[in-house]
Structures are given as structure tokens and as C-alpha cells.
């Protein structure tokens, strides 16, 4: 039995194998193809590599191109299994052009961390980053890099910005609960400082501000968890008194997680006595009973369209402010507000 490595395939066996020519190999694998090769003989291409184990010489490339064709993802943490989602899609669409990613997550999930690169500009082409990270770019600011920012504030120095339509989120969500009738809400935000945050706030009191008799009887911040959520919104129902409310607006799930919790430990049933809705739409959202009503965020899409706009800035066109859509899932922990007695 030989133990000789088989030869590594190049791009003449690729083109071969999809009967084309190296140059259309080149223009594929190289994501220059729109326009000059069709989609069909395309995706012929990519196929062929897949099933060859193709991959290009991505040293030889970086000495042509001048770059290192690698990228700095930046979240708060892969705990949050929105920022998985996020990462997932900025890898896949990255691995797609053949460019590497590096994770870069803060160590105490949202706040500023160490820099792991002695000089970043020299190993990174550019960088994605989620607004809610955003001190962890401190120790990369001096580098120039081309910076794509997601969930952030438009135009705020960043070369691109993706966001989902966070405000058209919590329109949706204050949209339903007004329409099931509630009055008296609650709102518990999320205690970190960041555009995404900032945009909830101030969309659910504009909201409320045009229907008369609406408020917001009380907020109360939170640590984004599902005992953060516990805590603040025990101490909330503790104090409501006579003026409790009937809607507990939720910055996210797992803080609504929590509250449902809070709501239970005080007697009262969700929804019948307490609608309580959350933000993201993550797994959890559909794991508690009854399920929640929350707002369902691209997680995925967002981290792929990020990449495709830092690679398209990478190749010298202009990005600017990219919004994806969200829906709004109705589940069982919103209905009508009691009657009153």
C-alpha cells in the first residue's frame, strides 16, 4: 500500500472537471465573474472545486494582491446566540471568497478588550464590528482599517453600516400590544448604552406618545440575562401597586425570559394578567410556555451582509447604510389586558 499524499488539486483540474476555461476558473473563485460568466457556469465552477477539495494558494494571492485576506469579526461574545448567528453568517460569506476570519470577542461580553495583534494593520485588510462592541475597537483605532459596522448608527464613521430595522421592530411590537388594547406598559431595557438600544427606547415612547391615555408607567434596566430580566422585573411588579402595568416591553428574550419568570413567582399569569414581549427571536423565545411574542432579527443574514459589504469596500466600491427586514412573531405570552375589576 502507498503512502504517498495525493497531488493537491489546481485550477486546471477545476476546469476541467467544470469544462471551462482556468481564466473563468480564475474569475469565479476570484468573485469577479458577474457580468462575464454566466450563473449557471458559475456555480459549475464552484461546484467542481467543492467536490475536488479545491482551494486556492492563498499565499501566492496574498503576495500579488498585497493583502492578507483576513478579517477581524468583532461581537460582544459567541455565548449570545444572536452574535453566533451574526458570526456564522459573516463566516460563511467570507469562506465563499476564500478570505479568513478572525474572532475577536470581548471578554466580559460587552466593554473593551485586549488587543491580540502586536500591529493589526499589518495582519487584517478590515474589520466587522457590532455596535454593541464597539470599545473593543479602541486598541484597533489607529490602524486605518476599512471598518464595516453592524446594528449601529448610520454614518458614524464606519465605511459601511448594516442594521436590521430595529425601529420598525419596535413599532411592530408596540403596534400589538396597542391593538390588543393595553394601555399601562413597562418597559425593560437592556443596561447597556448602544445605538440598538437607544433607537427601542425612544421608538416605544414616540409610539405610545400618539395614542392618548398610553405610558410608559416605568423602566427599569437590566444585565441582558435571563436573571437580569428576573430581578429587575420582580422589583418592577413589587412596586407597580394600583398602577400596574399591563405589557412588559422586553429590550430582548432572555430578559423576558426573566420576567415571565418574576411575573409567576408573583402570582400573576402570563398573558392573561401580564403580556410580556421580547426582542430577537432567539431559541429560548420557543423553548419557555407560554412561547413568546418577540420580534424575529436576521441574526445570520446580518453577519453575511456585513462581510459582503466589507468585501465590496475591500474592492473599492462605496457602501452605505444597508437595512434588513424583521418580523414580528405572535406567540402566546401576548393577549388582551384584564378587565377591569
Known amino acids: 500500500m502507498s503512502n504517498a499524499i495525493p497531488p493537491r488539486p489546481t485550477s486546471r483540474d477545476v476546469a476541467q472537471h467544470a469544462g471551462v476555461s482556468q481564466a473563468t476558473v480564475s474569475l469565479v473563485l476570484g468573485d469577479r465573474w458577474r457580468g462575464r460568466v454566466s450563473p449557471a457556469r458559475a456555480e459549475a465552477v464552484r461546484a467542481a472545486a467543492r467536490e475536488l477539495g479545491y482551494r486556492p494558494n492563498l499565499a501566492a494571492r496574498t503576495l500579488r494582491l498585497g493583502r492578507s485576506r483576513t478579517a477581524l469579526v468583532v461581537v460582544p461574545a459567541l455565548t449570545n ?19 479568513g476570519v478572525v474572532l475577536y470577542p470581548s471578554p466580559q461580553g460587552v466593554g473593551p478588550a485586549r488587543d491580540p495583534f502586536a500591529s493589526a494593520s499589518a495582519t487584517l485588510d478590515g474589520v466587522l464590528a457590532s455596535s454593541m462592541a464597539a ?11 476599512p471598518l464595516v459596522m453592524l446594528d449601529s448608527e448610520p454614518h458614524g464613521g464606519a465605511a ?19 391593538g390588543l388594547g393595553h394601555r399601562r406598559f413597562a418597559h ?5 448604552d448602544s445605538w440598538t438600544f437607544r433607537v427601542r427606547a425612544r421608538v416605544l ?13 416605568r423602566t427599569e434596566r437590566a444585565p441582558i440575562s435571563v436573571a437580569g430580566g428576573l430581578g429587575a422585573a420582580g422589583r418592577l411588579l413589587a412596586d407597580a401597586g394600583p398602577h400596574r402595568p399591563t405589557a412588559l416591553v422586553c429590550d430582548d428574550d432572555m430578559l423576558a425570559v426573566g420576567a415571565c419568570k418574576a411575573a409567576r413567582r408573583r402570582g400573576l399569569r402570563v398573558p392573561e394578567d401580564l403580556s410580556v414581549t421580547g426582542f430577537d427571536d432567539l431559541t429560548v423565545a ?10 424575529s432579527l436576521p441574526g445570520e443574514e446580518l453577519g ?35 378587565a377591569a375589576p
Open 160 to 178: 459601511a453600516t448594516v442594521n436590521p430595522d430595529i425601529a420598525a421592530g419596535m413599532r411592530l411590537v408596540t403596534a400589538h400590544l396597542l
Open 135 to 145: 470599545e473593543a475597537l479602541a486598541a484597533l483605532s489607529g490602524g486605518g482599517l
Open 205 to 217: 415612547a414616540e409610539e405610545l406618545a400618539t395614542v392618548p391615555g398610553a405610558e410608559i408607567v
Open 188 to 192: 425593560l431595557a437592556a443596561d447597556v
Open 81 to 99: 446566540e444572536f452574535f453566533a448567528r451574526v458570526h456564522a453568517g459573516a463566516a460563511r460569506v467570507a469562506a465563499e471568497d476564500d478570505v
Open 286 to 295: 420557543t423553548a419557555v410556555e407560554p412561547e413568546l411574542t418577540t420580534v
Open 304 to 338: 453575511a451582509a456585513g462581510m459582503r459589504a466589507l468585501l465590496a469596500v475591500l474592492a473599492g466600491h462605496a457602501r452605505g447604510t444597508t437595512v434588513l427586514p424583521v418580523a414580528l412573531s405572535r406567540r402566546g405570552s401576548s393577549a388582551p389586558p384584564p
